[in-house]
């Protein structure tokens, strides 16, 4: 759902997140109580959300705290590529 500022003449802006088909004019502030007029901002475009942002920001991280891992990613566990069919048996064998 977004989010809709609101500003309190007393208090402080406010924000508060309502689904989109039923946006109140006014929203009751949540200090004083009195109706507060919406504020029209412009759309929250964060950088923080796109996906390239947080590529780039998961691989300058990677620079300074590299992730821990339990163990080496990519590599088959031991074992994994024998194969049991008894016809490999007969293929060519690298001298
Ligand atoms: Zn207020």
């Not at 502030?29 to 942002?53: I, K, W």
């Not at 947080?54 to 691989?59: A, G, P, R």
């Amino acid at each position: 759902m977004p989010l809709y500022a609101y500003r309190c003449a007393d208090c402080a802006d406010f924000e508060i997140q309502a689904p989109m088909a039923s946006v109140p004019e006014a929203e009751p502030c949540p200090e004083c109580g009195t109706p507060a007029p919406r504020r029209f901002t412009a759309p929250n475009l964060s950088r923080s959300s796109s996906s390239a942002y947080k590529l780039i920001e998961s691989t300058a991280r990677t620079a300074s705290e590299p992730a821990v891992v339990s163990s080496p990613g990519g590599l088959r566990p031991a074992g994994a590529g024998i194969t049991r069919n008894p016809l490999h048996q007969k293929l060519p064998r690298p001298d």
